[in-house]
């Protein structure tokens, strides 16, 4: 069965700029959690959707959003975007519970300039 | 929150000597689980362990979870340089939808 796709790979932008980020997680997969990936803090966990809802959410500032789709799709966006927000965005679904373990996608590796 | 203090940050291993990566965390965990990420790549789910004093062998991967639930380690007998790579050990805080990853080890094997 088909992985988790997270779409772009590889995306730049501007200071300033917005960006938005997509992720299919696997098939009948309904939990989808986006992590920040950089050298200095390692992977931080940003939220977590379940049905459409957001279920809990990690200390990043407002400008990082996101939402589900009925269909499990997951988008997050970053507004404003600034240099420190450079990084390796992952998403990660799971059935319901994480407890079976996660799948991650390949990740969109955001660099602002 | 949960929090994990995962050690080494970094080992250097010669091809066929033993790795082992420690997690520790100051609280009871429910259970954990462990990824390994590969240069350039990205986590990929090894194990979940949940009984407390639990073994669990992978080949030459040995998980273990401390009889107080408080600490686990990942050790590989005799590395290849196909186990290059960063190992999480991740755990959850406040329900199972928050999954919160270690600093991470990450392994250099030199043939």
């Known amino acids: 069965k088909a992985g988790v796709t997270q779409t772009p790979r590889y995306l730049i932008k501007t200071r300033g700029q917005q960006v938005t980020l997509s992720c299919s997680p696997i098939s009948g997969h309904r939990s989808v959690s986006w992590y920040q990936q950089t050298p200095g803090q390692g992977l931080q966990f940003l939220f977590e959707?379940?049905?459409?809802?957001?279920?809990n959410k990690g200390n990043f500032p407002g400008r990082f959003s996101g939402r589900q789709f009925s269909n499990s799709r997951s988008e997050m966006n970053v507004s404003t975007l600034e240099l420190g927000d450079s990084a390796l965005y992952l998403c990660a679904s799971s059935l319901g519970r994480g407890d079976g373990g996660y799948t991650f996608g390949s990740g969109t590796r955001l660099t602002v300039v | 929150g949960q929090q994990v203090m995962q050690i080494p940050q970094y080992q250097h291993v010669q091809e066929g000597e033993d790795f082992t990566t420690y997690c520790n965390s100051s609280t009871t965990l429910s259970n954990i689980q462990w990824y390994k990420q590969r240069p350039g790549g990205h986590p990929v789910f090894l194990i979940q362990l949940v009984k407390s004093g639990e073994v669990k062998k992978q080949k030459r991967l040995t998980f273990q979870f401390g009889e107080a639930k408080k600490n686990s380690s990942l050790h590989i007998t005799a590395t290849q340089t196909t186990d290059v790579g960063t190992y999480f050990c991740?755990?959850?805080?406040?329900?199972?939808?928050?999954?919160?990853f270690g600093a991470g080890t990450r392994l250099a094997v030199h043939p």
């Open positions: 959707y379940f049905s459409e809802t957001q279920r």
């Open positions: 991740a755990v959850f805080s406040g329900g199972y939808n928050k999954l919160i």
